[in-house]
Nanobody
């Protein structure tokens, strides 16, 4: 099973930026799609962005134009640059290893421990 370690969360004011990182163990990183999810208190976990093994990206409507997902296969790391952060972006952010089939992202059971993002003035 792939081990995932997220980092980069923190407290930021509305309008600020953060860059999340997710480092994966193993040598199969490049073969998989990667996704960033988030979970706010009392809410279900939701897909924020995903990137295919070939680099094709897709975003949830609520982050389009603000977040950018990228991957560095040489470092087995996926990133998410988050700009123009809003209070409603406050959540624990998780990365995931998955697959993309017929345009849909299917997560596996490989999750990181999460990193807290708090947006507050």
């Amino acid at each position: 099973q792939v081990q995932l370690v997220e980092s980069g969360g923190g407290l930021v004011q509305p309008g600020g930026s953060l860059r999340l990182s997710c480092a994966a163990s193993g040598n199969i990183f490049s073969a998989y799609a990667m996704g960033w999810y988030r979970q706010a208190p009392g809410k279900p976990r939701e897909l924020v962005a995903r990137i295919s093994s070939g680099g094709k990206v897709n975003y949830a409507d609520f982050v389009k134009g603000r977040f950018t997902i990228t991957r560095d296969n040489a470092k087995s790391t996926v990133y998410m640059q988050m700009n123009s952060l809003k209070t409603e972006d406050t959540a624990v952010y998780y990365c995931n290893v998955g697959t993309v089939l017929n345009g849909n992202y299917y997560p596996t059971n490989s999750w990181g421990q999460g990193t807290q993002v708090s947006v507050s003035s």
